[in-house]
């Protein structure tokens, strides 16, 4: 479900997710796209809203799933 959701995110904003949950770092991230950091940083944290609000009716499945 929470790939799902990514693949909805606009190409940019879905790369630069998909880098940092490959374990790259802001630089890193930033270097491979040809963006600035500040850019990376501002990119995750409105992909981040947009990912919580979209996922917040699961979360429930979510703790279900991780056996909490």
């Known amino acids: 479900m929470l790939y799902v959701a990514i693949d909805q995110l606009p190409p940019q904003?879905?790369?630069v997710i998909l880098l940092n949950?490959?374990?790259k770092t802001n630089?890193?991230?930033?270097e491979e796209?040809?963006?600035s950091v500040n850019?990376?940083?501002t990119i995750k944290l409105?992909?981040?809203?947009v990912l919580?609000?979209?996922l917040?009716?699961?979360q429930w499945l979510l703790l279900l799933l991780l056996g909490v």
């Open 33 to 35: 796209l040809g963006i």
């Open 21 to 23: 949950l490959e374990g």
């Open 56 to 58: 917040k009716g699961i």
């Open 46 to 49: 409105r992909a981040y809203r």
């Open 27 to 30: 630089p890193e991230v930033a």
């Open 39 to 41: 850019t990376v940083k």
């Open 52 to 54: 919580r609000e979209r």
């Open 13 to 15: 904003t879905r790369n």
